[in-house]
Antibody, heavy 117, light 106 residues
């Protein structure tokens, strides 16, 4: 079955750019939507954005100015870049498949990103 | 933005009891409502999609109902592994999640 794995730095300095990659295994990235979601420690879930395998994207309006999601079908990966980080961006970042542009399944295990100098 | 309000925030129950969790949307989301279970240190797991369809491998004790603005997740008889946090999520406009309901052991 499809599995997702996030990778990237666990610590980023304020004002810098976060770069995360999600590797999809057990299936093709093509013909699906893929998403990033985050969860600050002890808090709820926030959708960041999604990308279709063709490259079309949709972002959370509250984050749109700072976020770019891209896809590399040759590597079966998609990526997140978030600019101008602050401590408020400290969270566990999850990647997930967005099924029927409606619900998320499956999810990666998540990666904790801490924004601190 | 569609706001999802979950209640109660915490539900204290014993194994074997019935759990009823509520999710209310600030405007109609039709039946585009999903439920997730999250245990400490783990990613959320899809339980229910399109308001009432169980995801693959989800036990029959989990059921979902509702449409429009009012939705319910019911766990008919709590097993020890069901004590967790549950989130609802809608997809109209853009995806948003409810604040969660923690089901804890009484």
């Amino acid at each position: 079955q499809v599995q997702l794995q996030e990778s990237g730095p666990g610590l980023v300095k304020p004002s810098e750019t976060l770069s995360l990659t999600c590797t999809v295994s057990g299936g093709s990235i093509s013909s699906y939507y893929w998403s990033w979601i985050r969860q600050p420690p002890g808090k709820g879930l926030e959708w960041i954005g999604y990308i279709y395998s063709s490259g079309s994207t949709n972002y959370n309006p509250s984050l749109k100015s700072r976020v770019t999601i891209s896809v590399d079908t040759s590597k079966n990966q998609f990526s997140l870049k978030m600019r101008s980080l602050t401590a408020a961006d400290t969270a566990v970042y999850y990647c997930a498949r967005l099924v029927a542009v409606a619900h998320f399944d499956p999810w990666g295990q998540g990666t904790l990103v801490t924004v601190s100098s | 933005e569609i706001v999802l309000t979950q209640s109660p925030a915490t539900l204290s129950l014993s194994p074997g009891e019935r759990a009823t969790l509520s999710c209310r949307a600030s405007q109609s989301v039709s039946n585009y409502l999903a439920w997730y279970q999250q245990k400490p240190g783990q990613a959320p797991r899809l339980l229910i999609y399109d308001a009432s369809n169980r995801a693959t491998g989800i036990p029959a004790r989990f059921s979902g109902s509702g449409s429009g603005t009012d939705f319910t997740l019911t766990i008919s008889s709590l097993e020890p592994e069901d004590f967790a946090v549950y989130y609802c999520q809608q997809r109209s406009h853009w995806p948003t999640f409810g604040g969660g309901t923690k089901v804890e052991i009484k």
